[in-house]
């Protein structure tokens, strides 16, 4: 019996380790899944049809389009509390906070307020990390294998932030061409005004 325990105690510690290790390695903003089962991620340019000047000093031949991202991910109330659902079965899976709602509710419920609050956040997959990301879709799907779990796919798209800036412009006295350099000015409100016409366009226009 000795001889057993420093082993399941060994066991338990991996797997501590290793819930820390998939929590960490991968986030949706500060949302941490429980199990990955897949991440796709997709880059492409967008790439004209029209002939290209060789030598030319603007690429306009081709831009980067935002990158996407797929991830299917899965929450569990049993890994919520660090333990095998093969030991407690329903228990674990009727845990519920103070407000009376479900680790599963809640963890549902803060991926559809991220995509809600529409703001820009990381995301980090195994492979790569992302910025300045959106929660494009969100697809859950509930059946006899997931009713005590979330199993999400996520699709996230990068929405490209540039900066800009705003400069003054010199007097219009000091511009060698100021009706294509000044600045827009407002001229108030224009009436139209009458068009003289001639005896000969007043006739035909009679005429017709």
Same mark, same amino acid.
């Given at each position: 019996?000795?001889?057993?325990?420093?082993?399941?105690?060994?066991?338990?510690?991996?797997?501590?380790?290793?819930?820390?290790?998939?929590?960490?390695?991968?986030?949706?903003?500060?949302?941490?899944?429980?199990?990955?089962?897949?991440?796709? /991620?997709?880059?492409?340019?967008?790439?004209?049809? /029209?002939?290209?000047?060789q030598g030319a000093?603007? =690429?306009? /031949?081709?831009?980067?389009?935002?990158?996407?991202?797929?991830?299917r991910v899965g929450?569990?109330?049993?890994?919520?509390?660090?333990?095998?659902?093969?030991?407690?079965?329903?228990?674990?899976?009727?845990?519920?906070?103070?407000?009376?709602?479900?680790?599963?509710?809640?963890?549902?419920?803060?991926?559809?307020?991220?995509?809600?609050?529409?703001?820009?956040?990381?995301?980090?997959?195994?492979?790569? $990390?992302?910025?300045?990301?959106?929660?494009?879709?969100?697809?859950?799907?509930?059946?006899?294998? =997931?009713?005590? $779990?979330?199993?999400?796919?996520?699709?996230?798209?990068?929405?490209?932030?540039?900066?800009?800036?705003?400069?003054?412009?010199?007097?219009?006295?000091?511009?060698?061409?100021?009706?294509?350099?000044? $600045?827009?000015?407002?001229?108030? =409100?224009?009436?139209?005004?009458?068009?003289?016409?001639?005896?000969? =366009?007043?006739?035909?226009?009679?005429?017709?």
């Open positions: 019996m000795a001889s057993i325990l420093p082993g399941l105690a060994l066991g338990a510690a991996a797997g501590v380790l290793d819930t820390l290790l998939i929590r960490q390695n991968r986030s949706i903003a500060n949302i941490f899944p429980d199990v990955t089962v897949e991440e796709v /991620h997709f880059d492409e340019l967008e790439i004209t049809n /029209h002939p290209v000047e000093a603007i =690429s306009d /031949h081709c831009f980067k389009r935002p990158a996407e991202l797929t991830m929450w569990s109330p049993s890994r919520a509390i660090g333990s095998s659902p093969n030991l407690l079965g329903d228990i674990t899976s009727r845990i519920t906070d103070i407000t009376g709602r479900g680790y599963i509710e809640d963890t549902y419920q803060d991926l559809l307020d991220l995509q809600e609050a529409r703001e820009p956040f990381d995301v980090v997959t195994g492979k790569r $990390a992302y910025s300045n990301m959106l929660l494009r879709s969100l697809t859950v799907t509930t059946d006899k294998t =997931s009713e005590n $779990a979330l199993m999400v796919e996520a699709r996230f798209q990068e929405v490209i932030i540039v900066a800009t800036q705003t400069t003054t412009l010199p007097p219009l006295a000091s511009q060698a061409t100021p009706q294509a350099t000044g $600045a827009v000015v407002d001229g108030g =409100s224009k009436q139209p005004q009458p068009v003289n016409q001639s005896i000969l =366009s007043q006739i035909l226009g009679g005429g017709s």
